[in-house]
């Protein structure tokens, strides 16, 4: 068995869970919601589960193709280790197929 020199340290990949998990709440909104807020971003500080402090972007852009569509993008950072996580969703129209 080999063994990796690097141990990660904990909560190693905690900011991916924090944009994923962000952006399943961002993606949660009905579309009327997402559309009456397109173009919108905001940012917010947050505590991540190992207790540090990070910032939380979301952003609702209109997307070119599809046409009609919004991109959803959460970035979760720490400002102090000057790491982060990025998540992104493309939300077709109602009606709309996506290839």
Do not use: F, N, Q
Request: hydrophobic content about 40%; glycine content about 6%.
């Amino acid at each position: 068995m080999a063994v990796s020199p690097e141990t990660p340290e904990p909560h190693a990949d905690e900011l991916s869970e924090m944009a994923l998990e962000e952006l399943d709440a961002a993606c949660a909104l009905r579309w009327v919601e997402m559309k009456a807020i397109t173009p919108w971003g905001d940012t917010y500080e947050g505590m991540a589960p190992s207790g540090r402090e990070v910032e939380v972007e979301r952003r609702y852009l209109w997307a070119h193709d599809p046409v009609g569509a919004i991109i959803i993008e959460v970035e979760v950072r720490d400002p102090a280790k000057r790491t982060g996580a990025e998540a992104r969703a493309v939300i077709s129209p109602p009606g709309v197929e996506t290839a």
